[in-house]
Structure formats: C-alpha cells, structure tokens
C-alpha cells in the first residue's frame, strides 16, 4: 500500500467518518460513496485504507469483551449467554484471519498467532487495572481462549 495515499486518504477521511454510523446512517454504501467524493478518492481505495483499522477497533473492543466475561467467571459454550461469548471472539478470529497477508508479514499475522492474540488480553489487563485494580490469576484463561481458536 502506497503510504502516501494511506495517510491523504486517512486525512481527507477523519473529518468524515461520524457520518458512518450504522445506526445513523440510512444507506451504508451511499455513505460510503459520498465520502469517497468528498474525499477526492474512489470508494474502493478509501474502504481498502479505512478497513483494517476499523477491523483493529473491532478486535480490540471484542477482546476486551471476552476478557472482562471470562475472568468474571462466563465461559463460551453453545447455549445462552454463553454462546454471545462464543460469537464475540469468533468474530475477533474472523477479522484477524480475515486480514492475514502472506505476502507481506504484518502484525496481523503476529497477533493471528495464539500467543500473539493472548498478548492483547494482557494489555487490556493492564489498561483496564486503572478501573478495576490488579487482575487475579486466571490460570486457564489461555486454556479457554486455545480451545476456541481451535474450534
């Protein structure tokens, strides 16, 4: 990716992201096209720039998520609450393995791997401590996370 459209692209972009809200917005892909337009850039090269940061958002918030979750004692499984765990951190894998690029080696492919995505759990730890104090020792947290990698 050419680093110099990235960042044009990121600057036109930013003063016109909050019109992206899927909740606000009545068409997603008309949206899309008018900040494209405003923006002095084609759609397909804005979304090319734009999405696999709103993908780091994602994984980032969907793993702070789980985190809180399971040290608070929920587990994934198939059924109830449970299950909304299951499908938040399948999400999360989906938007990693989603962005892996053999080709180029990015931190995508880093934190794909289990200890890597394990890492993120130990910075939100270490964020989330300001509010929360010290997390305790959750001894099969990695265990957990493993199983539904592999799943």
Request: hydrophobic fraction near 35%; charged fraction near 30%; glycine fraction near 6%.
């Given at each position: 990716?050419?680093?110099?459209?990235?960042?044009?692209?990121?600057?036109?972009?930013?003063?016109?992201?909050?019109?992206?809200?899927?909740?606000?917005c009545l068409d997603?892909?008309?949206?899309?096209?008018?900040i494209a337009k405003?923006?002095?850039?084609?759609?397909?090269?804005?979304?090319?720039?734009?999405?696999?940061?709103?993908?780091?958002?994602?994984?980032?918030?969907?793993?702070?998520?789980?985190?809180?979750?399971?040290?608070?004692?929920?587990?994934?499984?198939?059924?109830?609450?449970?299950?909304?765990?299951?499908?938040?951190?399948?999400?999360?894998?989906?938007?990693?393995?989603?962005?892996?690029?053999?080709?180029?080696?990015?931190?995508?492919?880093?934190?794909?791997?289990?200890?890597?995505?394990?890492?993120?759990?130990?910075?939100?730890?270490?964020?989330?401590?300001?509010?929360?104090?010290?997390?305790?020792?959750?001894?099969?947290?990695?265990?957990?996370?493993?199983?539904?990698?592999?799943?």
């Amino acid at each position: 990716m050419n680093q110099d459209v990235y960042n044009d692209v990121w600057k036109s972009f930013g003063p016109l992201s909050s019109q992206l809200d899927i909740d606000e917005c009545l068409d997603i892909d008309k949206t899309w096209s008018e900040i494209a337009k405003l923006s002095n850039t084609d759609v397909s090269t804005v979304k090319k720039n734009i999405k696999p940061v709103q993908d780091m958002y994602i994984i980032l918030d969907h793993t702070r998520s789980v985190l809180m979750l399971v040290t608070d004692g929920a587990l994934p499984s198939s059924k109830g609450g449970g299950y909304n765990i299951r499908s938040i951190l399948r999400r999360a894998f989906e938007k990693l393995f989603n962005n892996k690029n053999e080709e180029d080696k990015t931190w995508w492919d880093i934190i794909g791997k289990l200890d890597g995505f394990l890492e993120i759990f130990e910075y939100h730890k270490k964020d989330l401590e300001k509010l929360y104090g010290k997390f305790k020792p959750y001894d099969s947290f990695k265990d957990i996370i493993s199983i539904e990698l592999e799943r």
